[in-house]
């Protein structure tokens, strides 16, 4: 069991940059391959990046790659999205979701945050 916790969205000015953290309870965490994704009003969910189990490994959707930047620190059992240069596009609400293993499609995790909110301001 995974209990998947988000924070760090707000509202900033497009060019911004937010990090999201996702702190993670469970014993399973060292070993999950962990996800982002956002759901804007009205459209699906969608993937932006994800990060296998050692940090080593990363992917990300095309309308983030080289903006934003995944990674995890297994000791704090925690996962992060730094976001630059953002644009209102980005706006959505973002959840962290634990998987076993890497994946781009949302019914492969297992385990999802409640989502924070980001909003980007023309």
């Known amino acids: 069991q995974v209990q998947l916790v988000e924070s760090g969205g707000g509202l900033v000015q497009a060019g911004g940059s937010l990090r999201l953290s996702c702190a993670a309870s469970g014993r399973t965490f060292s070993s999950a391959a962990m996800g982002w994704f956002r759901q804007a009003p009205g459209k699906e969910r969608e993937f932006v990046a994800a990060i296998n189990w050692s940090g080593d490994t990363t992917y990300y959707a095309d309308s983030v790659k080289g903006r934003f930047t995944i990674s995890r620190d297994n000791a704090k059992t925690t996962v992060y999205l730094q976001m630059n240069s953002l644009k209102p596009e980005d706006t959505a609400v973002y959840s962290c979701?634990?998987?076993?293993?890497?994946?781009?499609?949302?019914?492969?995790?297992?385990?999802w945050g409640q989502g924070t909110q980001v909003t980007v301001s023309s």
């Open positions: 979701a634990a998987a076993g293993i890497m994946s781009v499609y949302a019914k492969r995790y297992d385990y």
